[in-house]
């Protein structure tokens, strides 16, 4: 599991504010790739992701929702994406500012 961009910068929201960030990435192994499982670092941020085996070399994306309620000055969250890839993980990071 390769992602093009590992870390995305939402920029600066108001607190409350919703932001959903995508994040595409190619299966470069050699046999169909299955995501497990992901792991957020918080209730705040929300991924979604298909199921479904992904052939060699096919791209996909998924889907992070993070809820700025609660939260105010600089964020980092994390979603770790469990897998039968070598490495069997993948991290991805989104980062900004809740005014």
């Given amino acids: 599991m390769k992602f093009v961009d590992e870390t995305a910068d939402f920029g600066t929201v108001k607190q409350g ?3 959903v960030l995508f994040y595409t ?4 192994g050699g046999s169909d790739l299955v995501i497990y499982e992901a ?6 941020t929300t991924p979604k992701y298909d199921t479904a085996p992904i052939k060699p070399g096919e791209k996909r994306t998924v889907e992070v929702t993070f809820d700025s309620e609660g939260w105010s000055g600089t964020q980092q969250k994390s979603i770790t994406f469990k897998t039968n890839g070598v490495p069997d993980y993948a991290t991805v990071t989104l ?3 809740v005014e």
């Avoid at 990435?25 to 470069?28: D, G, P, Q, S, Y």
């Avoid at 792991?39 to 705040?44: E, I, K, N, T």
């Fill in 25 to 28: 990435f190619e299966n470069a």
């Fill in 17 to 19: 504010e919703k932001v």
């Fill in 95 to 97: 980062t900004g500012i």
């Fill in 39 to 44: 792991l957020p670092s918080c209730g705040c």
